[in-house]
């Protein structure tokens, strides 16, 4: 089966003040853009795509040799991946959506839930349970498995007390992405398109939604100085249990 992946990169900076993007930022001299994308090749994808802002395409296009595609309004996740359209036009195998700013996802988890949507699942999500679950979306289960996801911000008292979280990270059916990610809509208390409202859309249109457990260490977001540093003591440590040549 044929295997896409979509970077979101259009991220600004871990701090207010900062005006370097966060996949530029390093990780042991590491462009963070330049681990994930190691990562996602060691997992078997070669077709890679990257949607940053507009301003930065150029200086993206010096550091790796995939396809960068521009979002030129920060509008949400599922606007942005609709950015790459040109690249899911059409395509029947899976589409992995991947985030710049958690670059310490392991090539087993991607595989795994490549895997997942391999044996059925339209859309497969990835969670797990943070050490600090404020910030996050929780995945809400149903009988049937995983109904809906739930942004931290739209999340009653109850849902909050969910402990499995959202990575953001998903593998999606190619036959139905551009179909999920066009009915997504902005009804929340953003006011943006939220690439995981796509699980309840395809729950309510018959398809089989599913879930991969991830760890938190490999899913360490990178939103402010302290966790970007947090995040190159990870890598190391994962670099020497490994042993991988960067």
Known sequence: MQVKAIILGADKGITTTDETPKIFKAICGIPI???????IENSGISDIYLVVNPQHKKKVTELISHTVFSQPAPLGTAHA??????A????????MILFGDTPLITDTTIKRMIDKQASGSDVVALGFIPADSRRYG????GDNGLEKIVEYKDANDMERTIRLCNSG??????????QLLEKVKNDNASGKYYITDIVKI??????????????????HGINSPEELEAAEELFIQYQTRNKNDY
Request: glycine share 8%; with cysteine.
């Open 202 to 219: 395809a729950k309510d249109m018959g398809l089989k939604t599913d879930f991969v457990m991830g760890s938190a260490e490999e899913l």
């Open 33 to 39: 853009i330049n681990v994930l994308i190691k990562t």
């Open 88 to 95: 899911l036009t059409p395509f029947n195998g899976c589409v």
């Open 169 to 178: 990270v998903m593998c999606i059916n190619g036959q139905y992405v551009l």
């Open 138 to 141: 929780r995945l809400i289960m």
């Open 81 to 86: 991946a609709l950015m790459a359209r040109q």
